[in-house]
């Protein structure tokens, strides 16, 4: 199940991205005494009693000013709070409830989410002011005293925020099904790749980025078995982007990729992979997900010997890191290789969840290490004692040492190489913990 989400909304100046940051845990939003100062919206992940959600900073709400600034960052607020579980109001009991607070409370009210009304600057210890009272008239509930700058009363306003979490329900899903998320930036191809395989109009196309904004499911079932295609929002580069609509897009996108097994990076033939086709892959590389990449428009490339394994060449030396995903050419337009999709997708999502027993992995380890000795430093030398699986989807490993500051990156990623040549794992990254093992 999706992080829920929880905006941070409030005029400009109230302590928003202060909030946030000490929420966050480290200084991620710019924090200045001036007004509008933090523009575009910046989400991360936090966790409270367990629960892990993601928090939205967003720019300053006034109602009252036409500027197109203040129209875009009260445009921005309005996207925040339309995505969040649960809303969280701040405000500044120093300047107590201004007009544009009953304006803000006004467009919660119609809302009718879960809202969670803060009043910062309460900077001192002991009994509260009087002066909270005054924000029972915003018709939110209790007031919550708090102080961003040194912590007061942020355990009650968690508290109180992680009351308001929707409730995780169990949905009953079938574990045949396998959820594949399509990723890339605007006007790849996704969204007629979404229709070509379910043969409808399920979901807009148009030569316009970043048409898609929101994440939407589409079921599947084939005689090669059961899919949930999810059509994401396209993660457009920043340079280009008016509206920063598809900053909300990129968050759209990530809790996309950690609902997916199996994720298919699209890729222009045309334009080749750009920057921010490395930024997308990044994401579903860093969350552990099946890959597989898929060269979209490949009917609109002049072919002649060779062509393709170029390309391939070309691609693996842009990811890098991705040498181990699969890589397939396709049209969406003209339903070039779709057909083969699906075994593909098959077989990733069984690699991601492949589980190798401990006998076998350090047969294989002891064979990697009589071929290619550890490394050593200063006269000590890298002792691997043995290696077991901890996880799945990705498959994790830990292996023990004798030091972790011997274990260098080359002779990991060398291990890690065996065990592909052993067992495949291909589309699927793999994950390593390095623990000491003492007195041997």
Same mark, same amino acid.
């Given at each position: 199940m999706a992080k829920p989400i929880v905006a941070i909304i409030g005029r400009p100046n109230v302590g928003k991205s202060t909030l946030f940051n000490y929420l966050a845990g480290k200084k991620i939003a710019i924090v200045e005494d001036k007004p509008g100062v933090t523009r575009d919206r910046i989400f991360t992940d936090c966790d409270w009693r367990g629960k892990v959600f993601t928090i939205v900073d967003t720019g300053g709400i006034e109602m009252v000013s036409d500027e197109p600034l203040s129209k875009h960052m009260r445009r921005q607020a309005e996207m925040a709070m339309d995505m969040a579980d649960v809303i969280v109001f701040l405000t500044d009991i120093k300047q107590g409830v201004t007009a544009d607070d009953m304006e803000v409370a006004n467009m919660i009210r119609r809302l009718n989410k879960p809202t969670v009304l803060l009043v910062n600057k309460a900077d001192k210890l002991g009994k509260t002011s009087d002066d909270i009272y005054e924000f029972y008239n915003l018709g939110l509930g209790d007031p919550f005293a708090i102080s961003c700058i040194n912590g007061l009363g942020i355990g009650d306003a968690l508290d109180e925020?992680?009351?308001?979490?929707?409730?995780?329900?169990?949905?009953?899903?079938?574990?045949?099904?396998?959820?594949?998320?399509?990723?890339?930036?605007?006007?790849?191809?996704?969204?007629?790749?979404?229709?070509?395989?379910?043969?409808?109009?399920?979901? *807009?196309?148009?030569?316009?980025?970043?048409?898609?904004?929101?994440?939407?499911?589409?079921? #599947?079932?084939?005689?090669?078995?059961?899919?949930?295609?999810?059509?994401?929002?396209?993660?457009?580069?920043?340079?280009?982007?008016?509206?920063?609509?598809?900053?909300?897009?990129?968050?759209?996108?990530?809790?996309?990729?950690?609902?997916?097994?199996?994720?298919? +990076?699209?890729?222009?033939?045309?334009?080749?992979?750009?920057?921010?086709?490395?930024?997308?892959?990044?994401?579903?590389?860093?969350?552990?997900?099946?890959?597989? *990449?898929?060269?979209?428009?490949?009917?609109?490339?002049?072919?002649?010997?060779?062509?393709?394994?170029?390309?391939?060449?070309?691609?693996?030396?842009?990811?890098?890191?991705?040498?181990?995903?699969? *890589?397939? #050419?396709?049209?969406?337009?003209?339903?070039?290789?779709?057909?083969?999709?699906?075994?593909?997708?098959? #077989?990733?999502?069984?690699?991601?969840?492949?589980?190798?027993?401990?006998?076998?992995?350090?047969?294989? +380890?002891?064979?990697?290490?009589?071929?290619?000795?550890?490394?050593?430093?200063?006269?000590?030398?890298?002792?691997?004692?043995?290696?077991?699986?901890?996880?799945?989807?990705?498959?994790? #490993?830990?292996?023990?040492?004798?030091?972790k500051e011997l274990m260098h990156y080359s002779y990991q990623r060398y291990i890690e190489n065996q065990i592909r040549k052993n067992f495949g794992l291909e589309g699927t990254p793999i994950r390593f913990i390095i623990r000491e093992k003492k007195g041997e």
């Amino acid at each position: 199940m999706a992080k829920p989400i929880v905006a941070i909304i409030g005029r400009p100046n109230v302590g928003k991205s202060t909030l946030f940051n000490y929420l966050a845990g480290k200084k991620i939003a710019i924090v200045e005494d001036k007004p509008g100062v933090t523009r575009d919206r910046i989400f991360t992940d936090c966790d409270w009693r367990g629960k892990v959600f993601t928090i939205v900073d967003t720019g300053g709400i006034e109602m009252v000013s036409d500027e197109p600034l203040s129209k875009h960052m009260r445009r921005q607020a309005e996207m925040a709070m339309d995505m969040a579980d649960v809303i969280v109001f701040l405000t500044d009991i120093k300047q107590g409830v201004t007009a544009d607070d009953m304006e803000v409370a006004n467009m919660i009210r119609r809302l009718n989410k879960p809202t969670v009304l803060l009043v910062n600057k309460a900077d001192k210890l002991g009994k509260t002011s009087d002066d909270i009272y005054e924000f029972y008239n915003l018709g939110l509930g209790d007031p919550f005293a708090i102080s961003c700058i040194n912590g007061l009363g942020i355990g009650d306003a968690l508290d109180e925020i992680y009351n308001n979490f929707p409730e995780d329900n169990e949905e009953i899903q079938d574990d045949d099904v396998i959820n594949v998320a399509i990723i890339g930036k605007p006007n790849v191809g996704k969204s007629s790749l979404v229709n070509k395989i379910l043969g409808e109009e399920r979901v *807009i196309v148009s030569n316009i980025a970043g048409t898609t904004r929101d994440a939407i499911d589409s079921y #599947f079932e084939n005689d090669k078995g059961k899919y949930n295609f999810i059509d994401t929002a396209g993660l457009r580069k920043k340079s280009k982007v008016e509206e920063k609509i598809e900053k909300y897009s990129v968050l759209r996108s990530i809790s996309a990729i950690e609902r997916a097994d199996v994720c298919l +990076l699209l890729i222009d033939a045309v334009e080749g992979v750009t920057e921010q086709d490395t930024k997308i892959a990044g994401e579903a590389h860093e969350a552990g997900k099946g890959i597989i *990449i898929v060269i979209n428009k490949w009917d609109l490339i002049e072919k002649d010997t060779g062509t393709l394994e170029q390309y391939r060449k070309k691609v693996y030396e842009k990811l890098s890191y991705l040498t181990y995903a699969p *890589i397939l #050419f396709i049209s969406a337009e003209t339903g070039q290789r779709i057909d083969r999709l699906y075994e593909l997708i098959n #077989f990733v999502s069984e690699q991601n969840a492949m589980r190798v027993s401990t006998a076998i992995l350090n047969n294989i +380890l002891n064979e990697a290490i009589a071929m290619v000795q550890p490394p050593s430093d200063k006269g000590k030398r890298l002792k691997i004692y043995y290696m077991t699986q901890a996880s799945i989807k990705p498959p994790t #490993f830990v292996i023990f040492v004798n030091s972790k500051e011997l274990m260098h990156y080359s002779y990991q990623r060398y291990i890690e190489n065996q065990i592909r040549k052993n067992f495949g794992l291909e589309g699927t990254p793999i994950r390593f913990i390095i623990r000491e093992k003492k007195g041997e």
